[in-house]
Structures are given as C-alpha cells and as structure tokens.
C-alpha cells in the first residue's frame, strides 16, 4: 500500500537530472509516464507529434502515443517504438492518441490514454492549421478515453474499437472525455478520474473533472454520479493523477488559476476516504513550476503538468511531468519534453 503520509512533495524534490527525461529532435514531446518491465527496464510512454505542427493544438490531429526505455528512473530515456500510432479515421482513435497512463497489474499492462478522430484532410505545414480550424474543433468534440492491453511491454498492443468512456447526452461529459487518471486496485476494480466537458448549446463548457468506476479493469466503466467530482464553478483543476492510501486515495492535479495551492499551474493535493468526495488540503504545494537542476541553477518552467508518480516498493520515488521552456503558454514555448524529479524519502 502507498504511503498515505507522503503528501507535500514539494519539499521531498530532490535536483532534476539535466540529461534526464524524454525529448526527441524534431517533435513536441508531451505527457509521460513510467512502468518497470519484465526485462527490468524503465519503459516511459509519451505522446510526440511532429513540429511542424503548432505545438497546441496540433497534439489533436497529430498526436501519436511512443515507448521511450531507460536503464534508471531518471533516464535519459530512448526512443524504442510508436505505441498507438494513428490507424484511419473511422477509428474512436483513428487520427490521434494522447494523454497515456501506463498500469502494469498483475502481469498485465494496461494502457489508458485519449483518443480521436476527424474526417477531413490532414494538416501540413503552414496550411494554417489552429483552434479555429474545422479539423481542430471536430478532433476536440471527439475526445474519448480508451484502453489498450498488453502481456508485455513490448506488446503487441490490443486495442478496442469503441472507448471507454463514450459522451453522454445530457451529462457533465456530453462534449468530450479525456485525460484519464486511473487507480487500479487489488480486486482489479479500478476508479478512474477523467476530465470533461458538456455541451452548452453547439459549444463546450467549461473543464470538469468526473469519477468512473468498472469491477474489472476490462470493464464496463460507468460515472458514479450525474455530477462532476471536481464541480467548475467550484474547483479549476486539470491533469490528476491519484493513488490508493490507508485513509482512501490522495491526488495530486493541476491548480489552474493558483486558487488552491497558491500557485498558479501549481500541483494542489486533495484526499478522500471513497474517491467520491474529494477534500482540497489548502496552501499545500504539491509541486512547483519552478526547477532546481543539478547543474545547481533554477528554472521556472513555461509548463509543468500531466504529472505521474513513480512508485517503488509502496513510496513515490520520482515524480514525472511534461515540461516546456518559454514564459508561459503554450503558443511561446519552443521546447517541450518529458523532465524526470527524483524525491526524497523525507523533506529536504
């Protein structure tokens, strides 16, 4: 079982490795995360798409789901093998995959991620392709989470032909589905956080996050209430990722707005005893945008989100993010990749 104790994890970081991490030439390198593998390695799946593509929004029509590998936790990782590459779009997942989470369970791995699809033409550079194009606005309306399954890291990959998680009329999450935050349990039950949006007349509103639950990690997946865990008007939050304690489960997200943990982008930490009813612990920083590297400088970073813990023998021992360079934005950035913070057993 998790530490349930291990909670501000902003004090535990220890220097990130420079040469650390994920990146590829040539690609906006974004998401990640980490399993160990049968062959003992540490396997990092991502999501790349080329730079010829603006790097938001073009991860929605040209997003492609990779295995990167490394002999230690901190990396640097190397590339292996596109994962869930893009397979014709009358696929759910046919023109994109995103946001992975990779479970290894009982021999098993399980990989969650979002995908979509449109059926327009492909983008290619400087065609003008943005959040205003009819290929941007269909690929965002057709986000789903999904689920592939493997006896290996290596694969192959079985892959379903309808998601997980489908819109539903009427619902919180009638306009999309998407960056899926599972918690595998013993019993292989699994609640799954996930971030939504419903219709508001021929648009989307604004971000949520829901609660599904499956006995059975193979399914079915059904939202445990006609209400969003994490209600918008309430809790701006995106990117969780939660595990399992003594007490219930904690989370660690994205404070979009700094409302939470006092950081804008910050990580905020919340805990609940059911996964249902989830408590904000307030002016607790659970990571911070800003870096100290083990060349000894400090970097505030434009992005750090989508993060995932590593864990080893029940304790969190890094901490994986997507990473970007520039002021902030992601119209600014020019470099993007996966940074690895290893963390201390005790604060620092």
Not at 62 to 72: K, L, N, P, W
Request: hydrophobic residues 35%; glycine residues 10%; aromatic residues 10%.
């Amino acid at each position: 079982m998790p530490d349930a104790t291990f909670s501000k994890l902003a004090g535990r970081m220890l220097p990130a490795p420079r040469s650390g991490g994920f990146r590829m030439e040539g690609y906006w390198v974004w998401c990640g995360s980490v399993v160990q593998g049968e062959d003992g390695r540490f396997h990092l799946f991502a999501s790349r798409w080329p730079k010829s593509l603006p790097m938001h929004p073009g991860w929605l029509v040209g997003s492609e789901i990779v295995r990167a590998v490394s002999d230690s936790p901190e990396g640097p990782y190397r590339f292996q093998e596109i994962v869930l590459p893009a397979r014709g779009a009358e696929y759910w997942d046919g023109r994109s995959t995103h946001n992975p989470h990779i479970v290894k369970h009982k021999g098993i791995y399980l990989l969650y991620y979002m995908g979509t699809t449109h059926p327009l033409r492909e983008p290619v550079a400087g065609d003008g392709f943005g959040l205003e194009d009819p290929r941007c606005i269909v690929a965002r309306s057709n986000k789903r989470v999904g689920l592939a399954v493997a006896d290996s890291v290596f694969g192959p990959w079985r892959r379903s032909d309808a998601p997980l998680l489908p819109a539903r009329p009427g619902g919180y999450d009638s306009y999309l589905t998407s960056n899926p935050a599972p918690c595998v349990k013993a019993d292989d039950s699994v609640l799954l956080l996930y971030k939504a949006r419903r219709y508001e007349g021929n648009e989307h509103g604004r971000m949520t996050i829901g609660a599904a639950a499956a006995s059975h990690w193979s399914g079915p997946y059904e939202p445990v209430s006609e209400e969003p865990v994490f209600p918008p008007e309430r809790f701006h939050i995106e990117d969780p990722f939660i595990w399992p304690t003594g007490d219930g489960y904690a989370m660690i997200a994205k404070d979009m707005d700094g409302t939470i943990c006092g950081e804008k982008h910050g990580g905020m930490l919340a805990v609940s005893a059911d996964g249902l009813r989830w408590k904000p612990v307030p002016e607790t920083k659970a990571y911070s945008r800003t870096v100290r590297w083990d060349d000894g400088t400090v970097q505030t970073m434009g992005s750090l989100e989508r993060p995932f813990l590593l864990f080893q023998d029940g304790k969190p021992t890094h901490l994986f993010a997507a990473a970007a360079d520039g002021p902030g934005g992601f119209r600014h950035a020019e470099q993007t990749w996966n940074i690895v913070i290893p963390l201390a057993d005790k604060p620092v």
